[in-house]
């Protein structure tokens, strides 16, 4: 079983920067694709940042510039820098890890951005 930990959310103005972290615990074989995925109110849910095994990060129209992602292999933690960040950033962030046989989601933070 594997667990994912996220910390980082909170309540920031705009123009403001968080950081999301994503720890990953438990028995892991190997984590090939990490991710953060974002869903507000009455939306769907919608891919923020994406990051590779070797590093090749992939991001929203949306957050393109503004966010970036990372991973540090040795702690299978993800990790989502923000900056400038906008009122329509606010969502539940939710971190997402797939593995060579499963894929797990965690449980979630808000990210409130005000105006």
């Known amino acids: 079983q594997v667990q994912l930990v996220e910390s980082g959310g909170g309540l920031v103005q705009a123009g403001g920067s968080l950081r999301l972290s994503c720890a990953a615990s438990?028995?892991?074989?190997?984590?090939?694709?990490m991710a953060w995925y974002r869903q507000a109110p009455e939306k769907q849910r919608e891919l923020v940042a994406s990051?590779?095994?070797?590093?090749?990060?992939n991001y929203g129209d949306s957050v393109k510039g503004r966010f970036t992602v990372s991973r540090d292999n040795a702690k299978n933690t993800v990790y989502l820098e923000m900056k400038s960040l906008k009122s329509e950033d606010t969502a539940v962030y939710y971190c997402?890890?797939?593995?060579?046989?499963?894929?797990?989601w965690g449980q979630g933070t808000q990210v409130t951005v005000s105006s």
């Open positions: 997402y890890v797939r593995t060579t046989i499963q894929y797990y």
């Open positions: 438990g028995r892991i074989f190997r984590i090939n694709f």
């Open positions: 990051i590779a095994s070797g590093g090749i990060a």
